[in-house]
């Protein structure tokens, strides 16, 4: 029923998004990337079964959590790394940083500094594709914490009162930052909110790469037929901080630990070998495969240079 | 020359540009089935489709939020707020995206966007509904900032403003939608960036823009009955500041007066007058001289509005002061 290539290349991006992110905890521990970095470990599902859906023609709008998104969607781990690095050869020449990566080529139109900012973005791209008839369609990723801004609301209702191929997905990892859900909204399912505005509300376990598949393939599939946006929340958590170097004052360990019983690697891993898609042997070279790139991604960024102080003035009026 | 509208200019522009381009469309409030509150865009969803142009709900931020989506998804879209007071709703749009995305994602792409914002006091609209922001972002790098004052200029600004690759910040004063000028028929582009001294003079430079212009060359015309020459510069583009066009003037004349509608603190006034006592001061012979709005929200009375806006009287003063 399902392609076992299309399985192996959602256990490799999860894999690859996994190791990329761990790598990235030592190099900022390092000292070697500035700035600040939000990681995406232990939600590494949603993106790779939202992005399986999708072609290089449609689009997604990220977050400040944005890795895992770009590597789901194809974006380059080493231009990806060396912008990290704040290099020259960087997505954005080292003036965009972890929060703006963006590969608009392939519909990557960025991470974003600002909470819910994507969810005013989204609907546009929608909208392009329905004036121009294409078949393209958007994916909106948006934490629990986002659910809450203005833009949630103005997006949501815009592309659900105009039909938009736009598919929301609300990456509910329990936090807004430091604060609890139960503390910032009063509703447990953000999926609820989705009757409020006339479209289907979803709820799946973030955690399992299949049931996100899934869920995200029937929404496309509605956008695409030109029956509007769909709202979708994962229930999922954050492994590592809001960011690095946050002291988590606000959860304890035993939450953690619980979660990362949750693992959606290993879970993943052990439904493709129950299915005899892929052996232990197969998943192990693939880490080892993985494991190669992002060393010589972080090569890459290390040799590139800095960018010279005169692109510090380009690429701002034409 | 045949005479049309302020607000006829400004449809010709669109119109022209979305027969040009068909990426080009229009977005905002009240605009296609109710043609604009100013009658702005009466008549080109007939000619173009409510699919081109587009009645969108009261919804700032998905408005200015959608631009910069399609625009990154390969349109140039227009979208009309309203009242340039509505643009404060959609400011993470103007400042933290449309402006930086850009530069933020290395050059990667532009963000081909015009927000039209119908501007300034008239008839009592209170405080909410009459002011002047463009000062706001002139201190946004990435946006551009035009401002015509008359009906030519209303077309070929706004044709440049679409032409674009760069976000374009137009604002139209509500008091020019009716009045009438010559307009060039057909492809006529004022070109960004571009200042034009609209009544040359010997004693004094007067820089305005905007309506308040009007009111400038009321006040030159009554200063030249007391032998003062003045030369009046309509900017028309605030970002980019033409400086060759204003220090030109300046060097000539040597006193500086602005007069603008918005409030005189942080206004475009305040920018300008740094950048000739910056950068020129060698030539004044006397102080720089700002005109504009009193530090207060914009009064409903109409016993007050009057009082509390620059007026051709103010101007002739700060001349006088100046000399």
Redesign the interface.
Request: include cysteine.
């Given at each position: 029923m399902h392609d076992k290539d299309k399985l192996v290349w959602m256990y490799r991006k999860m894999v690859e998004i996994r190791t990329f992110e761990s790598k990235v905890t030592e190099l900022f521990a390092a000292g070697k990337i500035p700035g600040f970095v939000h990681l995406y470990i232990g939600e590494e599902a949603v993106a790779v079964g939202a992005c399986a859906n999708l072609k290089d023609s449609d689009?997604i709008?990220s977050t400040h959590r944005g890795h895992g998104h770009c590597i789901a969607k194809g974006g380059k781990m080493d231009l990806m790394m060396a912008e990290l690095f704040a290099k020259e050869t960087?997505?954005?020449?080292?003036?965009?940083g972890s929060m703006?990566i963006?590969?608009?080529?392939i519909g990557i139109?960025?991470a974003?500094?600002?909470v819910g900012?994507g969810?005013?973005?989204?609907?546009?791209?929608?909208?392009?594709?329905k004036?121009r008839g294409t078949d393209?369609v958007?994916v909106c990723f948006f934490g629990d914490g986002a659910s809450n801004q203005?833009?949630f609301h103005?997006?949501i209702?815009?592309a659900s009162?105009w039909k938009l191929p736009v598919i929301f997905i609300c990456e509910n990892n329990q936090y807004g930052i430091s604060l609890h859900q139960s503390k910032h909204q009063n509703i447990t399912d953000v999926a609820d909110r989705a009757a409020a505005y006339g479209i289907p509300g979803v709820v799946v376990d973030g955690n399992d790469v299949m049931a996100v598949y899934e869920a995200v393939g029937e929404a496309v599939k509605r956008a695409r037929a030109g029956e509007g946006p769909t709202l979708i929340e994962c229930k999922t958590y954050r492994w590592r901080g809001h960011f690095e170097g946050d002291p988590q004052v606000y959860r304890t360990q035993e939450e953690i630990k619980e979660w990362q019983a949750k693992d959606p690697i290993p879970r993943f891993e052990a439904l493709l070998a129950d299915m005899g898609v892929m052996t232990a042997e197969e998943a192990e070279a693939i880490r080892k495969e993985v494991a190669a790139e992002v060393e010589a991604a972080i090569e890459f960024a290390e040799k590139s240079p800095e960018p010279a102080p005169e692109a510090a003035l380009?690429?701002?009026?034409? | 020359m045949r005479e049309i509208t302020f607000a006829e200019a400004t449809m010709e522009a669109m119109a022209e540009e979305m027969e040009r381009d068909e990426r080009v469309f229009i977005m905002g409030e009240d605009i296609a089935r109710q043609g604009g509150i100013f009658g702005q865009f009466k008549g080109l969803p007939q000619k173009f489709g409510f699919e081109r142009v587009i009645d969108t709900p009261i919804s700032e931020t998905a408005i200015v939020g959608a631009c910069v989506g399609a625009a990154l998804a390969g349109m140039r879209p227009v979208a009309d707020m309203h009242f340039v007071d509505f643009i404060t709703v959609a400011m993470d749009e103007v400042v933290n995206q449309m402006a930086k995305i850009r530069y933020m994602f290395g050059g990667q792409c532009t963000v081909p966007v015009v927000l039209r914002a119908p501007d300034g006091a008239a008839r009592s609209a209170a405080a909410q509904h009459s002011q002047c922001l463009e000062s706001w972002f002139v201190h946004v790098p990435g946006l551009k900032v035009v401002i015509p004052s008359n009906p030519a200029d209303a077309k070929g600004l706004l044709k440049s403003a679409i032409r674009s690759d760069d976000p374009v910040l137009y604002f139209e004063h509500k008091d020019l939608f009716r009045m009438k000028g010559p307009v060039p028929e057909g492809e006529f582009l004022v070109p960004i960036g571009k200042a034009k001294v609209v009544r040359e003079g010997t004693d004094v430079t007067i820089v305005s823009y905007s309506a308040t212009l009007h009111k400038a060359l009321k006040a030159a015309e009554a200063l030249a009955h007391e032998g003062i020459q003045a030369e009046v510069i309509d900017l028309r583009s605030i970002v980019p500041l033409d400086k060759e066009t204003l220090f030109a003037s300046v060097k000539k004349t040597g006193y500086l007066v602005i007069a603008h509608e918005s409030t005189k603190n942080g206004g475009v006034g305040s920018e300008v007058a740094a950048v000739v006592a910056e950068e020129i001061i060698e030539y004044l012979d006397g102080p720089i001289k700002r005109v504009g709005a009193k530090f207060v929200p914009i009064p409903f009375s109409p016993a007050l509005e009057p009082l509390m806006l620059p007026q051709v009287e103010d101007i002739i003063a700060a001349v006088k002061e100046s000399l």
């Open positions: 689009f709008t960087g997505y954005c020449k080292g003036k965009g703006h963006a590969d608009v080529e139109l960025g974003n500094g600002i900012g969810l005013g973005i989204a609907p546009g791209a929608g909208l392009s594709a004036m393209q958007t203005t833009t103005e997006g209702n815009m009162a380009e690429d701002l009026y034409v | -």
